[in-house]
């Protein structure tokens, strides 16, 4: 249904645009832009009363397809997440850390300051 309606809001747009380009402005004349210097080309009243209906139509399809593809889109799904369920875990994350399986504790490694200081490099005096 909403492809029927995209299908026919967007040939409805390209035709309104082509029957808007068509008319006659003010002092112009839709035949001259074919060769001709009169309105022959769509009768004698020169086609102004067929291009206002057909832009009233036109114009009023455009609106009822554009006030329908807001309206149904929004009726089929309220919310992103609707619907959506979180996945359960099925077993407990087994770790791959050699520290985390280990039961004892790091042997802690403290230097005395005067072990540090024997260590320590010299600077020399320049």
């Known amino acids: 249904m909403i492809t029927f309606l995209n299908v026919i809001h967007i040939t409805t747009i390209v035709l309104l645009v082509i029957a808007v380009l068509l008319q006659s402005g003010k002092g112009a004349e ?3 832009s074919f060769g001709g210097s009169s309105q022959t080309v769509f009768g004698s009243s ?5 291009f206002q209906k057909f832009t009233y139509i036109l114009a009023a399809i455009f609106m009822c397809t554009s006030l329908a593809l807001t309206i149904l889109p929004s009726k ?3 919310s992103v997440f609707e619907g959506y369920t979180a996945p359960v875990p099925t077993e407990a994350p087994k770790s791959t850390d050699a520290a ?3 039961t004892e504790a790091p042997a802690a490694t403290t230097t005395a300051p005067a072990e540090a200081a024997k260590t320590a490099p010299v600077e020399q005096k320049k």
Request: proline fraction near 0%; hydrophobic fraction near 45%.
């Open 76 to 78: 089929a799904k309220k």
């Open 30 to 32: 839709v035949s001259a």
């Open 46 to 50: 020169g086609g102004a009363n067929f």
């Open 100 to 102: 985390a399986t280990t």
